[in-house]
């Protein structure tokens, strides 16, 4: 079954305290890129990733790193999470140029205390 | 830059009413395809409907249709006979072909009520 999984679901940390959130997707995409949620705003893009090793900035990056070492993962780094990046996060892949359905992983509830 | 505009930011209807949600978009490509996407309570995405650039055809699936006009740059969604599962924010989304970073650039969203 094709599909993106994102990991964990929920989460809850403090200032501070490095995480990741992954992203894995079985269906051989180039393009993978990680977008948050909050209210009013709609979905940001916060990076992307043309294809291994090939990173670069959205629209709201700051606070956020990413890797792209291998096809499949897409892990989402924030290196000391700060209260302002409580929100949902999704993980998203697809083929390149985005002409088709662009695949979304379950999401990410963060809260940040 | 592209744009995705969503004016409504809510809508509450009563059940088996026709809703219309409205969805205008900025862009300077000639080819670029836009997409409706639903977020039910649960919180996941869910792809409904994606349509080029230059397929200007409106189409319909079961109670969902939907308008693309280019010379208003308008791709608004239909629900005919809205029930109480169509309750959810809906996206609507728009890629753009070239550019190296060719991202689905969101709206804000409408959330839409319908109550039994």
């Known amino acids: 079954e094709a599909q993106v999984t994102q990991n964990p679901r929920y989460l809850i940390t403090v200032t501070g305290k490095k995480l990741t959130v992954t992203c894995s997707q079985n269906?051989?995409?180039?393009?993978m890129s990680w977008y948050r949620q909050d209210p009013g705003l709609g979905l940001r893009q916060i990076y992307y990733?043309?294809?291994?090793?090939?990173?670069d900035k959205g629209d709201v990056p700051e606070g956020y790193k990413v890797s792209r070492k291998e096809k499949r993962n897409f892990p989402l780094i924030l290196e000391s999470p700060s209260p302002n990046q409580t929100s949902l996060y999704f993980c998203?892949?697809?083929?390149?140029?985005?002409?088709?359905?662009?695949?979304f992983g379950q999401g990410t509830r963060l809260t940040v205390v | 830059a592209q744009k995705v505009t969503q004016a409504q930011t809510e809508i509450s209807v009563v059940e088996k009413e026709d809703v219309t949600l409205d969805c205008v978009y900025e862009?300077?490509?000639?080819?670029?395809?836009l997409f409706w996407y639903k977020q039910p309570p649960s919180g996941e995405l869910v792809f409904l409907i994606r349509?080029?650039?230059?397929?200007?055809q409106n189409e319909i699936s079961g109670r969902y249709s939907w308008n693309f006009q280019k010379s208003t740059s308008s791709f608004n969604f239909t629900i005919t006979a809205s029930q109480v599962v169509d309750s959810a924010v809906y996206f609507c989304?728009?890629?753009?072909?070239?550019?190296?970073?060719?991202?689905?650039?969101f709206g804000k969203g409408i959330t839409l009520s319908v109550r039994p």
């Open positions: 862009t300077r490509d000639t080819t670029y395809y």
């Open positions: 989304a728009l890629s753009e072909s070239t550019g190296a970073n060719s991202k689905l650039t």
């Open positions: 349509r080029n650039s230059f397929d200007e």
């Open positions: 998203a892949s697809s083929f390149l140029p985005i002409r088709g359905e662009a695949f």
């Open positions: 990733s043309m294809n291994v090793e090939v990173t």
């Open positions: 269906m051989n995409h180039e393009y």
